[in-house]
């Protein structure tokens, strides 16, 4: 081009448009820009909040990292009311049984087997530090937002009092509970698969809730169990988690480590990880035991993994409601149908298969116990079940001398009777 064109009146308006139409797409450009960056730098911060300096690493066979951390730099000591803490590294009680593990555990031994997590198959975390699985980039890119990674998108918790709501948020459930009185702790024993997830924003989960206040927005929960979450954990692998809200599920409480809150003590096993193996149809059974109570002395609730790992506490200071004891206690199967409106999900919740089917090829949940105030552990009285659709999904209970209460649950949501 040349200057002499843009001498004339016609040139110097092209020139002035032009300039402007240029400096109308920097600019947006340039705010475009920024937007990414800022939230390259926010997920770049959160991460860096999230994964504390690892003594060591394991690279696990399903491609997850689990860091070996110094137990004293583990995400709870961000929380402001944790600053002065001195960390408790056992309980001061323990719940008195009313099963003897041992006994059952050799009794069924041939037909359910111990649990182990996959990562264990490259290595090990040395005492005093605990393993945290890592938290990549892609994990939070999943999310909705920086803020809205590890947290509950939506109130969760079978109402069971107003099932209508429970219908609507698209969760399903498969439980059976107990109310009316004061508890200070569950257990129960839980048959693990690995449920089909037909859409990567819904999840299957198997677990424990432990409820304290209304379900409006003063819910307190403390929840554990195993799940299958793509958009979580960014595969189809069952994986132990843990939960917890003091809002019901508004400002406060997360997965697993995500949030500073629970303070784990344990070094061998990972919130978040894969556990492996998974029972199969007709072929070997795998459980897994949950124990969660709170210590008659300090008011924490603690958590027992199996027989062997007490894996830690939430802090009773968390909690308003259950920082007394807890009002109410559900065991079983969520899955959610992220279209209410269409055809009913794929999704699978527990093995697939329903209650009917037994064992082998129904989910079960076995040995479901409450702890009393007096801190003793004991078969829950008055149980109640609830299911939204039972066509879809369903639940049935019984007891017997060597599973105590137990119940089966789950199904495989859409089928003929299920549409
Ligand atoms: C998870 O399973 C679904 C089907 O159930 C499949 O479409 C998807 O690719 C799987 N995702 C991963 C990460 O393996
Ligand atoms: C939930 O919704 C389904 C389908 O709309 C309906 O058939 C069922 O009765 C509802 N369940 C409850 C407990 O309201």
Redesign the pocket.
Known sequence: MDFAQLSGGRSRRALALALCVWSLISLSCAARLTDSSRQKLDVQKHLNRLNKPAVKSIKSPDGDIIDCVHISQQPAFDHPYLKDHKIQMRPNYHPEGLFNENKVAEKTKERSNPQAQLWHANGRCAEGTIPVRRTRKDDILRASSVKAYGRKKQRSIPKSAD??L??ESGHQHAIVYVNGDKYYGAKATINVWEPKIQQPNEFSLSQLWILGGSFGEDLNSIEAGWQVSPDLYGDNNTRLFTYWTSDAYQATGCYNLLCSGFIQINSEIAMGASISPVSGLRGSQYDISILVWKDPKEGHWWMQFGNDYVLGYWPSFLFSYLADSASMIEWGGEVVNSEPEGQHTSTQMGSGRFPEEGFGRASYFRNIQVVDSSNNLKAPKGLGTFT??SNCYDVQTGSNGDWGHYFYYGGPGKNPNCP
């Open positions: 099932p209508d429970a219908n939204e659709q």
